[in-house]
């Protein structure tokens, strides 16, 4: 018998994004993100947690970020610090990362 879908999805999952490394071949990274229901990216998005952000875009991609990756397999422990200057020697990488994030929850809610 086929298993059953889980009204409540499990709270993190595994996803390889392909890091583009200058001029180099993309590193593949292992992202443990967590799972976030509609609301909860909806409010990620919401103008009350958008404001300001133009002031320092480092440490608002990083904030950014760390709402929904929880870990990842890189060379340096996860953690605020090393986030903000993971962002800084790959400019962009963040938004690559949220498509990645927001493609495979919407994978998920569509039935692959």
């Known amino acids: 018998m086929?298993?059953?879908?889980?009204?409540?999805?499990?709270p993190t999952f595994k996803h390889i994004v392909a890091v583009p490394v200058a001029g180099g071949e993309s590193e593949s990274v292992e992202f443990v993100?967590?799972?976030?229901?509609?609301?909860?990216?909806?409010a990620m998005f919401a103008p009350e947690n958008i404001e300001g952000v133009g002031q320092d875009p480092i440490k608002a991609d990083t904030e950014f970020l760390?709402?929904?990756v929880a870990a990842w397999n890189v060379d340096a422990e996860f953690?605020?610090?090393n986030v903000a200057l993971f962002?800084?020697?790959y400019s962009g990488v963040v938004h690559l990362i949220f498509?990645?994030?927001?493609?495979?929850?919407?994978?998920?809610?569509?039935g692959n």
């Open 66 to 68: 760390l709402e929904f």
């Open 2 to 10: 086929a298993s059953k879908l889980k009204l409540i999805p499990n």
């Open 99 to 110: 498509r990645e994030y927001a493609n495979e929850i919407n994978k998920a809610r569509w």
């Open 33 to 42: 993100f967590k799972h976030k229901k509609q609301s909860e990216i909806n």
């Open 79 to 81: 953690n605020q610090d």
């Open 87 to 89: 962002l800084e020697n």
